[in-house]
């Protein structure tokens, strides 16, 4: 298993401005992930990042946008940058454990609760 | 990815038996299906996983029939905690480190007292 936490765990930004969260994990894994959860709605992978390389983004997502960072094997960022109100969202990183052929579980984050103005 | 398919709301009383069907008909031989329940602000949290037949946990079971085009998901005696969202979802678990998680749009599933 995998205990992550998330900092912060909700922000009211201004338009135009930029936010910084952070994701920490208590055990070192390979893969992390990061998510977008906009209210009432199912979760959308925005990334996956892995350590010591670039993020690879998903389609409507990009690296100027939604600038990731994964420094070392149990931490990452995820920036949301020039903010505007359709950013609101939940921001959720999530990490997976398990080996080839066992079990393929991600453990998620509490979120970050994001409101533009 | 498998595209699935869930009904996007059920209720039930307390103490019911709650089964959530998911349609996936693009299944392919190498897919698991494996189902996450959300609570209200928090995270996705895996609930069981399985690949035919059927799987038993200490919280649900899974039942996947021979054409696997589809799963159900049982929760026994529900109650009021139960209350969350459900997601069924379909992939290569023999992927690791490969293998995204596609969320559907999930079952909102509401436990009246």
């Known amino acids: 298993s995998a205990v992550i936490s998330q900092k912060p765990s909700r922000d009211i930004c201004q338009r135009g401005t930029s936010l910084t969260i952070q994701c920490q994990v208590d055990?070192?894994?390979?893969?992390m992930f990061w998510y977008r959860q906009q209210p009432g709605q199912s979760l959308t992978l925005i990334a996956t990042?892995?350590?010591?390389?670039?993020?690879?983004?998903e389609s409507g997502f990009v690296i100027d946008k939604f600038p990731i960072s994964r420094p070392n094997l149990t931490f990452s960022t995820l920036t949301v940058s020039n903010m505007s109100p359709e950013d609101s969202s939940i921001y959720l990183c999530?990490?997976?454990?398990?080996?080839?052929?066992?079990?393929?579980?991600?453990?998620f984050g509490p979120g970050t609760r994001l409101t533009v103005l | 990815l498998a595209k699935t398919t869930q009904p996007i709301s059920m209720d039930s009383y307390e103490g019911q038996e709650v089964n959530i069907t998911c349609s996936h008909n693009?299944?392919?031989?190498?897919?698991?299906i494996t189902w996450y329940q959300q609570f209200p602000s928090q995270g996705p949290r895996f609930i069981i996983q399985?690949?035919?037949t059927k799987v038993t946990n200490e919280v649900a079971s899974l039942f996947i029939p021979a054409d696997r085009k589809s799963s159900t998901l049982s929760l026994p005696r529900v109650s009021l905690s139960d209350t969350a969202v459900y997601y069924c979802?379909?992939?290569?678990?023999?992927?690791?480190?490969?293998?995204?998680?596609?969320f559907g749009t999930g079952t909102r599933l509401t436990i009246i007292p």
């Open positions: 999530s990490v997976e454990t398990g080996g080839q052929g066992r079990l393929n579980e991600q453990f």
């Open positions: 055990s070192q894994v390979t893969m």
């Open positions: 990042a892995n350590q010591g390389s670039e993020a690879t983004y």
């Open positions: 693009n299944i392919a031989t190498n897919d698991y």
């Open positions: 399985g690949y035919k």
């Open positions: 979802l379909v992939g290569d678990i023999g992927n690791f480190g490969n293998e995204k998680l596609t």
